[in-house]
């Protein structure tokens, strides 16, 4: 019995110094794991801290720029003001009122045609020229500015068994609108009006077709005027 008890204390003996090691083994681990433990929340805290900070600068820095975006849209918004103020006193100081009313004959009476060809008329006697775009030496109307224009044209004649009363309002050398009477004995008065979109440079006049007659006199009833109605 004593060798058995012998043998059974030094067995627990043995066993007792594994659990003491199992025992430190474990609060080795734990004491691991809580260091990790540790490290992870020290870390976890470090990274919150450091997005808080970013968090805090992106917001700051999207404030200045919206600040500074409502700053541009506020400047853009003067600036175009400002533009169309220039514009306006620069379109009042530079583009002048255009009108013009000039007959076709200076004095006396005069029969023009009949033309085996079509001629354009010169209107020699000027009533009203304003801004000079009318040039009575040549009949042409030339566009200072790109704009709308109206014109109109005034023809007389006497009535004729083979020659009519005709003229065509012309821009830039094609026929625009037509004014045209043929009777055969007393008085025929052709007229027409027209509105024209004209581009700087632009010229307009009248062009008396062929075989036709024209008359004027001191009473002056052949007239071509014409103004600007505004500029685009």
């Known amino acids: 019995m004593s060798g058995v008890l012998a043998g059974l204390k030094v067995e627990m003996k043995y066993l007792q110094h594994d659990n003491e090691e199992q025992a430190k083994k474990t609060r080795e681990l734990e004491q691991q794991y809580q260091a990790k433990v540790n490290q992870l929340e020290s870390q976890k805290t470090e990274l919150k801290q450091q997005y808080q900070e970013q968090a805090a600068k992106l917001a700051e820095q999207a404030a200045k720029l919206a600040e500074q975006a409502a700053e541009l849209l506020t400047i853009k918004s003067r600036a175009n003001t400002t533009e169309n103020h220039v514009n306006a006193l620069t379109r ?3 583009v002048k009122p255009v009108a013009f009313s000039a007959l076709l004959v200076a004095s006396g009476s005069e029969t023009v045609g009949p033309f085996n060809a079509q001629t354009n008329l010169i209107f020699r006697r000027v009533i009203t020229n304003v801004g000079n ?14 704009g709308a224009y109206h014109f109109e044209f005034y023809l007389h004649g006497h009535g004729h068994p083979s020659h009519a009363t005709a003229a065509s309002l012309v821009k830039n050398g094609d026929p625009v609108v037509t004014a045209h009477e043929h009777q055969s004995s ?3 008065n052709p007229a027409n009006a027209v509105t024209l979109l004209l581009e700087v440079g632009d010229v307009v006049f009248v062009r008396q077709w062929q075989n036709t007659r024209i008359f004027d006199n001191g009473n002056f009833h052949t007239t071509f005027s014409g103004n600007l109605l505004f500029i685009m």
């Open 92 to 94: 009042k100081g530079e």
């Open 133 to 146: 775009a009318y040039n009575s030496y040549t009949g042409f109307f030339t566009a200072p500015v790109r």
């Open 186 to 188: 007393l008085s025929v």
